[in-house]
């Protein structure tokens, strides 16, 4: 069994609401969770692969 992490690497992380923080990714941002996974052992680091945002009031993953 290997263990990981899924990066938060579209807009909003994987929370579609309008109550939480707006959230924007950076590379500096995933650099550091990717680096805190490799230090924590952590076998995998996965990243989102998407075409298209939701759009929307919330813009779901519009910005990647």
């Not at 069994?1 to 990066?7: A, C, N, Q, R, S």
Request: aromatic residues 16%; hydrophobic residues 35%.
């Amino acid at each position: 069994m290997k263990f990981g992490v899924f990066l938060p690497n579209g807009s909003n992380g994987y929370i579609p609401s309008k109550g939480s923080p707006v959230y924007l990714p950076t590379y500096q941002h995933n650099k550091a969770i990717s680096q805190e996974a490799e230090r924590l052992g952590l076998d995998f680091v996965l990243s989102m692969m998407k075409f298209k945002g939701f759009g929307g009031e919330t813009g779901y993953w519009d910005a990647c």
